[in-house]
């Protein structure tokens, strides 16, 4: 049985019975069969389960005001010209549309300009507005409407930009917040334009959705906007996403925030995703360079890293080393350049970024001070070697109507071609003939070397 209003079993009737019963002293938000129900089948009609998550979710409604958070709290500015969310139509089935265009979110902005507190609450609000749409439109339609169709837009998701530690936790916290306070509020989970790293970013958050959320998502190819037609109607989907409706443009952007990247006037501090104490320092003397070699033993490792100088800029860039015997002071000549060097104003921004090493061999990171005859420079880094995933390789997803890849915004030796391809129930499987990753070691080089 499903555990919805009219597919119970026995069992599942006392169950609602028991849960009702127990919270008889509290005074609830909503108090029919349909919110316990949400409840039970979000621990699989655990009674006592429900009843403590339920009584958990009391604290926290006071804790945040979400009673009257709509009239009582404005979030930031930055979130609301920066977080790429809305409301927007309905689907086929009379479910409200709620947009997140999560490939615009910019988490290292989040991290700099606002307060982790302020994007909960920011969510708490927009869950309360589903609240308030819910109602709306069960007095439209003459039935109960109890969950959301949700477009997730993944155009611009890139490891430059969303491979970052803090944004992942956040995602974490916010995920932990909505399932444990909000519970089986989605209908379907629609993910468009979703580039071919995709796959990897999400076997990073995977875990943090549970899995009848999980089983909810569906990821379109190449042809996400006649797919996406199947479930949204041209008149109720705005002109960007295949429909029809222009408010005030494609984007319908009076009801959808397209977001973008954070403009530093609203960064807080400095902040920095790893602190100084957790990471390496290397003084680069004037005129001077300071490269350190990485040896990466599996293709489709990831190099993340992270800087900091204490003062002015510093020159950055990757190498790779030409051909398989190492040598220590194998000549420029025969590195080949993988990410670009460049002078990066690491003293105001710390900066971070990913390299996908298609191939193993020996990676050199270089900061070069060449360009200054009057100053040292003091740096903290911090360099990580990720293997491949375990659970997942990473297959070509096509981005464009053309069914071409598109250019990410991140580093990567080696490119491939791109796959049409639609996944339902959040299932994302290697191709076939992929090979399996292999058991190894990555491990970064001691020390480094300075040359002037």
């Avoid at 003084?283 to 990831?302: D, W």
Wanted: net charge negative; charged share 30%.
């Amino acid at each position: 049985m499903s555990g919805h209003i009219g597919d119970l079993s026995p069992a599942q009737e006392e169950a609602l019975r028991k849960l009702k019963a127990s919270l008889s002293d509290v005074t609830l938000p909503e108090n029919d069969d349909y919110f316990f129900l949400r409840w039970l089948r979000a621990v699989k009609f655990d009674v006592q389960r429900a009843e403590d998550r339920l009584r958990k979710h009391l604290e926290f409604r006071r804790e945040f005001g979400a009673d009257t958070i709509l009239t009582d709290w404005s979030p930031p500015e930055v979130l609301v010209k920066y977080f790429p969310t809305g409301f927007f139509g309905e689907d086929r089935d009379g479910h409200p549309v709620y947009y997140d265009n999560i490939g615009n979110l910019d988490p290292r902005g989040l991290h700099r300009s606002c307060k982790l507190e302020d994007i909960v609450k920011l969510k708490v609000m927009q869950s309360e507005m589903w609240q308030a749409k819910f109602r709306e439109f069960t007095e439209q339609k003459g039935r109960k409407i109890e969950t959301i169709t949700c477009v997730i837009d993944m155009e611009n998701l890139s490891f430059h930009r969303h491979y970052y530690r803090p944004g992942i936790n956040l995602f974490s916290e916010l995920s932990g917040v909505l399932q444990r306070n909000y519970p089986e509020r989605n209908h379907l989970i629609l993910v468009v334009k979703a580039p071919r790293i995709f796959p990897a970013l999400y076997n990073l958050v995977k875990h943090f959705i549970d899995e009848n959320t999980r089983s909810k998502i569906v990821i379109f190819g190449a042809n996400w906007k006649e797919e996406l037609l199947q479930y949204i109607s041209p008149d109720q989907l705005p002109q960007a996403y295949g429909g029809t409706r222009c408010e005030p443009d494609p984007m319908c952007t009076n009801f959808i925030t397209v977001g973008g990247d954070i403009p530093p006037e609203y960064y807080m501090t400095n902040l920095t995703e790893t602190s100084k104490e957790d990471m390496e320092s290397v003084v680069v003397s004037r005129g001077s360079s300071y490269e350190r070699e990485f040896t990466v033993e599996l293709p489709e490792t990831v190099i993340r890293w992270e800087f900091i100088t204490s003062d002015h800029d510093i020159s950055f860039g990757w190498y790779q080393k030409s051909g398989a015997k190492r040598r220590r002071f194998r000549p420029m000549t025969e590195m080949s350049e993988v990410v670009p060097m460049k002078r990066r104003n690491s003293h105001i921004i710390p900066e971070s970024g990913s390299l996908l090493c298609s191939t193993a061999g020996i990676y050199v990171m270089k900061f070069d001070n060449s360009y200054s005859w009057t100053r040292s420079k003091e740096v903290f880094y911090s360099v990580k070697l990720l293997p491949p995933d375990t659970e997942l390789s990473m297959p070509q997803m096509a981005t464009e109507e053309d069914g071409t890849g598109e250019e990410e915004e991140f580093y990567e030796c080696g490119d491939g071609g791109p796959e049409d391809r639609t996944v339902h129930n959040g299932d994302l499987r290697p191709h076939e003939g992929d090979p399996g990753p292999d058991e190894g070691d990555l491990r970064p080089d001691e020390g480094g070397q300075s040359t002037t």
